[in-house]
Structure formats: structure tokens, C-alpha cells
């Protein structure tokens, strides 16, 4: 107890804001050891997606203390690794609680050491960054967001020169600078950075990939209190369609999040109003972006009933749009198509037969942000790169406009989005996806579990036979190790996945058919899915 009380008092000699300060030292009068060992739990890990937390005072939440930290620790691996030149580092930020304080703090910290710092216009989308860092030819990009976390948290997300989140081992490398950092008031702070606007060449872009030339449709749209209106307006002028009516509540930028339980698309009743809106207007088609307008949702009428596609789903329908365009255009298309492994198989098959190739990565948009073939990257939790050559990160606002041009295209045809997903499955077999997650009372219960499938393996799971378990951590498919197992059946896959700081585990079910008759299949398919989700259920909270 008494070292919790050493460690926090030096956080709070150091501490250069004074209203973490405060805190810390009203905890310490008071002698509250249960919260200040929460708030000194231990350095926040620094890994290949930045920081996150929630924000508060301590080591272990996110706060300008930890801020300035981190940012020296950038900003002395970018002047190592760049020695001959003055590096580049580009800033933006979304309006989360104390985003635009953090923002300025990157600005100032790297500023002092000697970086050229280019600070974007405040409450952006995060696509906007990464979209600057290989506009402006930077060496890295710093994006103060959490992304759809809770209100409450919020996060430090680092992309390299490419404009891709980083991999190791340079979050490690950056990390290595940051434990050796000086204390936070000790590091200087400069003032009169660069600011640029790139908005307008970003705008200018979309408007490149996406054209009104097939008409006019409804969209009802949300930012979901996040910062994507303002650039999803601007994209829809100038790629010449009208303007999408939008929930009203959740039009402005708001921290809280009143009006959702959880700022994620996803999540239920999340898009409750966006549907309520959608059937209001009579709209085409809904689309929802979360917080940082990073992904993308879209909700349907399917025969009067509204339904969100799932990520796999969506992730279908841009591949055979893109396919689609191609062919439209006269203009052939090369290059490769890519889902995480934890994503449906489908899509690299579709690349395959189309002729294009069609390949895996682990969980992650940063790893395909590597890919130097790349021309379209999805992973099933509602995230979409489509325009590689320009922004190697997910794009919500790209995904949005690609989604308005389809449904323009649609109509133009007479047809639904339905249609296109049973031509999908007609071509290449059914692929149905559901994800699944256990909660234990430990994060040791779910990695033990995991472990258990790896020395245990199954060898059925209700009337399917296991044909295989690969342990992710030895590199499955030429992949990096990973945590997680696979299991193969016939025609059907699952992924297992323990959370690293949760005592969560998450499964990723996929059902396949051969290519026949689309409704005997489907039916098949979802039965069988039906089945494996029963089925994976009871083995891991029961047997498990």
C-alpha cells in the first residue's frame, strides 16, 4: 500500500496538469488505496494501436501526463529513425473529452524537439489523418480518438509513413522511448506550430472514385454524435447528389453520447433512431458512421422491414461493387482483395474467380495498410479501406459515398440489395457468419480455454467433424503469430480469440455451401449455423 502511495505522489509532483493533480492528491489525503491502485495499475501498454483508456488522472488512465510521455517517446524514435532529415508529424483529433487538449499537447511536445508539425483543423474524422499523412508526404501521423469506445475513454492512435496504423516492432521501439521519457513537467512544451486543411483535396478525392451518374436517392444518415457530418455533406456535394436527411439528435458532436448506450453501430438500439428516420423519409438506404467516422453501417428495407447488414455482409457487396464498376467502365481491375481472418472466407474467393488475388491478414486494418497490392481491405467489424492509394486505414466516409453510388445504381436497375447478395451467393456458395462472446471471471479463465482447445482439440462439435485446430500463435496461412485458435470442419470454420485485457472470449463462426439453388442453400446454411452456434455455446460454458 504504502509503494501506491510513493508512486502516486511522484505522478502528482510531475503531473503537469493541474486538475489531475488535484485529484491524485485528494485520493492520497484521503487514503484511498482501492482507487489509487486502479489509477496506478501499472504503465498504459503502448501498442500497435497506440493508447486507449478512459480519461483520468494516473499511469494507468489517458491525461496530458501520459500524453506528453508518449509524444516525446514518438518524436525521439522518429528523429532516430529519420537522422538526416527534420521528420514530419501531422495532428488531428476528434471531440471526445479532452481531444482537442491532447492534440495540443502532440503539437507541443514534438514541436520543442524539433519535428515539423502540421496540426489539421479540430474534430475531424480519423480517415482525414490518414488520409494527410500520404497527402503531405509526412513520417507519421498522431490521431487523438477512441474510435466507438465509451464516452469516457479516450485514445492516441500513431500512423507510420504510409499512412497506416503501425506494426511492430515500431510500437515497441516507440514504447523502449517512452519508459525512458523524462518526467512529463520536465519536457518542454513549444508553441507556434504549423496548421494545414487538407479537407478540400480530401473531398476532391472521394469525388474521383464516386460519380452520380446513374440519379438522385433518399439517404438517411448519422455521425452518431461523432465528427463525420461535416465531411460526409461536403463528399455528398461534390460527388453531385443531394443532401441526406439526418437524425437530428445525433447530427452535432457530443462526448456524452446521449442518445446511444454505446457509440457503436453495431450495438443494439444503436441505429434505432437512424432506422426510425430511414422509414420517416422513405429513404434508400441508411447509413450510420461511428464517433471517428473510421466505419460504416448501412440498414436496408427488406421487404418493409429495416435490417443492418452485418460487417461480412457489406464487406460482400463493396467487393462485388468494385467488380462491378470495373466492368461497367471498360477498365480492368488488378491488384488484391483482403478480409482478416476472422472475416468471412468469401471475399478473397470472389477475387480469385474474378481473377484478381484474394488474400488474408491477421485482425486489424494496419496490417493490410502494408499491403503495396492492395486494392480493396475489409474487416467484419464494420470497417473498409477502398481507396489504398490514398488512405490505407479504414474510411467510413468513402464506404458511405461508395454505398450512395451503389444504391443510385440499384435503382437505375430496378434492383434491391438482396438481389445482388443472392447473385453473390449463387456464384460463388452461401457464406453465413455469426460472432459469438463469453464473459468468465477472469482473463486468465478465457486464455486457459483457449489453451485448452490447443492441447485438447475437439473432435466434433454436435454432428460435424473437426478437421483440423491450428494454434494461431504458430503462424497459421504465412501469417505473423497471433493469439487464437482455428478449428476447420466441413464446411464451416471457427475462430477463437481470448481477449488480452478483458476476461472475454470472442468466436467467429462461418458456415459455407457449394454453389446450388440459393434458397435450399441458405436455408442449409443458416440450419447449420444455427446448429454450430448451439452447439459452440455449450462446449465452452459447459465442458469448458
Known sequence: ???????????????????TATEINRLISENNIEKLSELFAGNLEFGTAGLRAEVGPGQSR??????????????????????????????????????????????????????EVLRLPGELPTPVLAFAVRNLNADAGVMITASHNPPNDNGYKVYDELGAGIISPMDKEISKFIDSSPKPNEIELAKNWGKVDITDQYHERISQLVSNKYGQIKVAYTPMHGVGLNTFNASMKICGFDPAFVVPT?????????????????????????????????????????????????????NENWRMLSGDELGFIFAWWLIKKSELNNRKLSGLMAASIVSSSLVP?????????????????????????LIFGYEEAIGYC?????????????????????????K????????????????????????????????????????????????????????????????????????GVRITLNQARIIVRPSGTEPKLKCY?????????????KAQALKQLESLTKNVHEILTTIY
Open 1 to 19: 500500500m504504502n509503494d501506491i502511495l510513493k508512486i502516486a505522489q511522484d505522478w502528482a509532483n510531475h503531473d503537469p496538469d493541474k486538475n
Open 386 to 410: 477502398l481507396d489504398p492509394e490514398f488512405v490505407r486505414d479504414k474510411d467510413g466516409i468513402s464506404a458511405a459515398l461508395l454505398i450512395v453510388e451503389l444504391f443510385s445504381y440499384l
Open 412 to 483: 437505375s436497375e430496378n434492383l434491391n440489395i438482396e438481389h445482388i447478395l443472392d447473385e453473390i451467393y449463387a456464384t460463388y456458395g452461401v457464406h453465413l457468419t455469426k460472432q459469438l462472446s463469453f464473459r468468465f471471471d477472469s482473463v486468465q479463465k478465457a486464455k486457459d480455454i483457449t489453451s485448452k482447445l490447443i492441447s485438447s482439440p475437439l473432435k466434433n462439435i454436435g454432428d460435424l467433424t473437426v478437421l483440423k485446430t491450428d494454434d494461431m500463435a504458430q503462424g497459421i496461412d504465412n501469417l505473423p503469430s497471433a493469439t
Open 509 to 521: 463462426l462461418e458456415v459455407t455451401t457449394e454453389i446450388g439453388e440459393i434458397a435450399v442453400n
Open 250 to 302: 445525433q447530427a452535432k458532436p457530443d462526448p456524452a453520447f446521449p442518445t446511444v448506450a454505446f457509440p457503436n453501430p453495431e450495438e443494439p438500439g444503436a441505429i434505432d433512431q437512424l432506422i426510425a428516420l430511414a422509414k420517416e423519409v422513405s429513404a434508400d438506404v441508411a447509413i450510420a458512421n461511428d464517433p471517428d467516422a473510421d466505419r460504416c453501417a448501412i440498414a436496408i428495407n427488406s
Open 349 to 373: 474467393k470472389m477475387a480469385k474467380v474474378k481473377g484478381l488475388e484474394g488474400g488474408t491478414t491477421l485482425t486489424g486494418m494496419k496490417w493490410m495498410g502494408h499491403l503495396d497490392n
Open 62 to 115: 489517458m491525461n496530458r501526463a501520459v500524453v506528453i510521455k508518449a509524444t516525446y517517446g514518438l518524436a525521439q524514435y522518429l528523429l532516430n529513425r529519420f537522422p538526416n532529415k527534420k521528420p514530419k508529424l501531422i495532428v488531428g483529433n476528434d471531440a471526445r473529452n479532452m481531444s482537442d487538449e491532447f492534440a495540443q499537447d502532440v503539437c507541443a511536445v514534438a514541436t520543442a524537439l524539433g519535428l
